[in-house]
């Protein structure tokens, strides 16, 4: 499909005409912003910090992507010398996702709705599929080998990660790597978010952004989006009169 036709599609025509669809994970594919807070409060107890972020505090965290970044601009608001190492920010991580994958384990994270049949449809029109994420090659396998089975990744033409880039999202670094790796252009795909880092990050790389709101950005400003739903399964049983992002 052209891009401009493209442009003006509702939610259902843009995915079902994609080239390819682009998939964040955290909060897209699965709400898993609730669990990585509680392992980062889990590694902060194990370490003796004395942190505690409860849901205001982490929402408001979230504004910083990446988990080391995350937790390097929390000691930098405590003003509380000295400030902590690499060593000590690496450390706290690797405890942090440990616990994560051990919650991740207990199947509590289910995919979102509708997560699952868009890939198996897309899949079926022969749709190239992409994660553009900022969290970790090993968080996103937790997460996808316990929802879609070992054999997760087979489904996936491109797998890009936060460490795999020089800038993590709102910069466009992950979403270019994704289309270089899939050789397609930005016009002819569609990427799939929760958070105004990513559409930041999704748009800059001149993709078109469908926003599926999620438990922590539900009340963000997607006005710059495509289209917003409040999830995927609303492809299948959307009502025509379709809301447009100005429309919120
Ligand atoms: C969300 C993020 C990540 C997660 C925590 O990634 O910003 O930092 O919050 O995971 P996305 P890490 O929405 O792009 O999937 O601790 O591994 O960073
Ligand atoms: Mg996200």
Known sequence: MQAEALASAPA???VRRAAALIFDVDGTLAETEELHRRAFNHAFARQGLGWQWDRAIYKDLLRV???KERMRAYHGRLDV???LSDAEIAELHRIKTAHYAELVETGCCPLRPGVIELLAAAKARGQRLAIA???SHGNIDALLSQALGANWAAAFDAIVAGDDVRRKKP???V???????LKVGAADCVAIEDSANGLISASGAGIPVLITRSMFFRDEDFSA???VLDDLSELTAR??????PHAQ
Not at 175 to 181: Q, S
Not at 239 to 244: M, T
């Open 171 to 173: 910069a466009p670094d």
């Open 239 to 244: 009502p025509k009169n379709e809301k447009q």
């Open 175 to 181: 979403y270019l790597e994704t289309l270089a790796r």
């Open 81 to 83: 010398a000295p400030a």
């Open 225 to 227: 989006a495509r289209c």
């Open 12 to 14: 259902d025509e843009l």
């Open 133 to 135: 994420t900022t969290t």
């Open 65 to 67: 992507t990446g988990g």
